[in-house]
Each structure stands twice: as structure tokens, then as C-alpha cells.
């Protein structure tokens, strides 16, 4: 109990932190390259309290996956009336893709490649070849500024990788990087696309 304590008070105060430094949201710009393709069900791994809820309608089904279940249980409580959210106390390697129609779905993973090794991202990949997959990341480039480098020390994932890292991992995506688009202070976000139109991609987020 005094670890699920710590963790979710380290999500929150974490979260709250990001908050204040943010100059606005990667949702914004993925909304509008989920509008412009058929989409019926939209599958958020590592979610967190689901902010890209804030951004959809009733057009979407929406199944959340987040490991920490002091976000599931509090929208799972707020949500259960409506029956076209769902969520789900289950990390990447537990969820069955297959029930999902790879023509009508899109992945959302906002921060998940550099918080799981590249064995659990390889299996993501083997799981997931047809699907269309929007990943955003932090990601390390040379000569970054040291504000830059404290920030990405801060964040809870150990796998910031280098932008040719995640290239050589990321087989058959396209990548973009997001320059100091999101936040207040200087930041370097990665956004890795499959099955997507890489002009839209190039459009929405250079």
C-alpha cells in the first residue's frame, strides 16, 4: 500500500509539473490526424488519467491501457456510464491486439518507447504490423541545452534513446522531430508514425 501510495503521488506531482511547463497539447495535432483517417477505436497504451479524452466525441471507441491503477479506477468511476470508454489496468505485453480491425484502429503511445526495453518494443512491433501506430518521445540529440538534459533526467523512463536508436528499432516507421513545439523550455520530442501518411505527419507536427 505505501508503494501504490508513492507511485501515484509521484504520477500526480509529476503530471501537475508538466502541466505548468506545458505550452500545449500533443493531442491538439493527433486529434487532427485521427479526424483525417477512418478511425473507429482508439487504443491509448500507457495512458495515464486519458487527457486525449478531452479532445474526442462520441465518435470513437476508446480502450485505454495504463499500468498504474489509480488511473483506471478513477476512470473507470467517472466513465461508467458510458459505454463506448474502456479501461484497463494491463501494460503493453498483456493486451490482445487481435480483437481490434487494424483498418479501422489507431495505437496512441504517448511516452511509451522510452519507458519499456527495446525486447518489449520488438513484441509491440511483432503484435502490431498492421496497425496504424502514433508514437511521440523524448529523445536525445546532440548539443542539446542543459535544461534540456535536466528534464529528461526527470522523466520516470530509462530508455530516452538516441533519434537513430529508436530508428533502428522502429522498423518501417517514418519519424519526425516535434522542436520545442510542446513545452515552455527547450524540449526534443521524436513523433514515430506507421501505416500513416507521412505528409499529414510532416503537416500536423513539423
Known amino acids: 500500500v505505501k508503494l501504490y501510495i508513492t507511485i501515484s503521488m509521484y504520477s500526480y506531482f509529476y503530471r501537475l509539473f508538466q502541466s505548468l511547463i506545458l505550452k500545449r497539447s500533443f493531442n491538439e495535432d493527433l486529434i487532427k490526424l485521427i479526424k483525417r483517417h477512418n478511425i473507429q477505436d482508439i487504443i491509448d497504451i500507457g495512458s495515464a488519467d486519458s487527457p486525449l479524452l478531452n479532445y474526442i466525441n462520441n465518435d470513437y471507441f476508446y480502450h485505454g491501457y495504463e499500468l498504474d491503477p489509480y488511473f483506471t479506477n478513477k476512470l473507470k468511476l467517472k466513465y461508467k456510464n458510458n459505454n463506448k470508454l474502456s479501461f484497463y489496468n494491463k501494460g503493453v505485453d498483456d493486451i490482445d491486439f487481435e ?20 525486447d518489449q518494443v520488438k513484441r509491440f512491433i511483432n ?4 496497425f496504424k501506430i502514433f508514437a511521440i518521445d523524448a529523445v536525445k540529440i546532440d548539443g542539446q541545452k542543459n535544461i534540456t538534459k535536466l528534464l529528461m533526467a526527470m522523466d520516470r523512463g530509462n530508455f530516452i534513446r538516441k533519434i537513430d536508436n529508436y530508428k533502428k528499432l522502429l ?32 503537416e500536423l507536427f513539423n
Open 127 to 130: 503484435k502490431t504490423k498492421n
Open 99 to 118: 480483437k481490434f480491425d487494424p483498418k479501422k484502429s489507431i495505437i496512441v503511445l504517448v511516452g511509451l518507447f522510452h519507458h519499456v526495453d527495446d
Open 171 to 202: 522498423i518501417n516507421f517514418n519519424f519526425c522531430v516535434a522542436k520545442n513545439r510542446y513545452l515552455r523550455l527547450p524540449y526534443d520530442h521524436l513523433v514515430s508514425t506507421k501505416n500513416i501518411d507521412e505528409n499529414i505527419v510532416n
